[in-house]
């Protein structure tokens, strides 16, 4: 699959906002000149579920998921693409958030399209990372630092406890001290505990080791904000409310809506 407007959910939006723009795949000249998007107006996202790599079943989830939470929280809109050569200056100047949901390996980018991401996010902009978001382009380092970290391995696939580090951010607000769940758990090359603000982290003893897991985060990129979520191995998590509420903030916040 080249390119895919998720029509449902710009028909959502569509319905209740009277235009559509943001879904359109070309960027013409007066979308360039766009702002980013004020309160009141949905958030415009563009989502990335290419592969370079290993490439997850729950990939066809995770769109649908995007797609029907579009429409029944009305607060953003999404259009999800894997034609890589559609991302410049122009066309991210579209949206208010890129979402790399479920990537992996080196993905082909231009220099020119890493410099436009990267300005894209500390121009003001944010940028969400879902799972193997963070087992992508170990070649380009500053994508290393947008996520905060590099997947090292995934020595856990089972039922674990997840502890919420922060129970006042809005992409944990309603999750509780803690929640258990089938995920296969990551570990990361480098802790990146002390350079971003964790949000979860793996119980250690809910799986028999010891140690300091962290799974979800966020850190400011310049003017910008980026949030990475290490869950969403299984199409079970992406259907799990618990993490399709942490999708919903992660996006509200990442757009500066919260
Ligand atoms: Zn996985």
């Given at each position: ?235 079970e998590t992406w259907t799990d409310q618990r993490f399709q509420r942490q999708l919903i903030g992660a996006i509200r916040w990442a757009a500066n809506r919260a």
């Open positions: 699959m080249k390119k895919h407007v998720i029509g449902a959910a710009c028909l959502g939006w569509a319905l209740a906002a009277g235009a559509c723009s943001s879904a359109e795949p070309t960027v013409g000249p007066s979308a360039t000149s766009q702002p980013p998007a004020s309160r009141g107006t949905a958030i415009r996202v563009l989502m990335i579920t290419a592969t370079a790599g290993f490439r997850h079943d729950s990939i066809p989830a995770a769109r649908q998921v995007m797609a029907s939470l579009s429409v029944s929280t009305g607060e953003f809109t999404v259009m999800v693409t894997e034609d890589l050569s559609t991302i410049s200056t122009s066309s991210l100047s579209s949206y208010d958030v890129l979402v790399f949901a479920l990537t992996s390996g080196e993905l082909e980018f231009s220099s020119a399209q890493r410099a436009a991401i990267t300005e894209f996010v500390a121009g003001g902009r944010g940028f969400v990372g879902i799972h193997s978001a963070s087992d992508t382009l170990y070649g380009w380092p500053d994508y290393g630092r947008l996520v905060g970290a590099y997947f090292k391995e995934h020595p856990w696939t089972q039922q674990g406890t997840v502890i919420v580090e922060n129970q006042a951010h809005p992409a944990t607000l309603g999750l509780g001290e803690r929640f258990t769940l089938l995920e296969e758990f990551y570990t990361f090359q480098e802790n990146p505990r002390g350079r971003v603000q964790v949000l979860l982290r793996l119980d250690p003893v809910s799986v028999g080791s010891a140690g300091d897991y962290p799974l979800a985060w966020v850190q400011s990129v310049g003017a910008g904000r980026a949030y990475y979520n290490a869950l969403g191995h299984f199409s």
